[in-house]
Nanobody
Framework: QVQLVESGGGVVQAGDSLKLSCVAS??????SGWFRQAPGKEREFVAS????????FYGDFARARFTITKDSAKNTLYLKIYNLRPEDTAVYYC??????????????WGQGTQVTVSS
């Protein structure tokens, strides 16, 4: 069964850091990425990674405070967020099958994990 399961979200204070995880099962995690969706807004590209795990891509807002990594041995994708801001509040989704900024290019999606940042 193909599945992506995110974890690591929660309620945090502005300035905190958080590490989100996404465990893949039923397939080998290759091209993959993170998106986020805030209430009333469209799903937004955060970051993605290539098959090699070394080549990464970031949305413009994410370059300074977000880091995407992949552990192939654990078939797991991570997103570390530093210096969290209230505007980072959103549901964060991992996705697999592409490294595009376009969510329509991805084949598999997780259920999302909520990140809420209080000021």
């Amino acid at each position: 069964q193909v599945q992506l399961v995110e974890s690591g979200g929660g309620v945090v204070q502005a300035g905190d850091s958080l590490k989100l995880s996404c465990v893949a099962s039923g397939f080998i995690l290759g091209l993959s990425g993170w998106f986020r969706q805030a209430p009333g807004k469209e799903r937004e590209f955060v970051a993605s990674v290539n098959w090699d795990g070394e080549t990464t891509f970031y949305g413009d807002f994410a370059r300074a405070r977000f880091t995407i990594t992949k552990d192939s041995a654990k078939n797991t994708l991570y997103l570390k967020i530093y210096n969290l801001r209230p505007e980072d509040t959103a549901v964060y989704y991992c996705a697999a099958g592409s490294h595009s900024t376009d969510p329509a290019k991805y084949t598999y999606w997780g259920q999302g994990t909520q990140v809420t940042v209080s000021s």
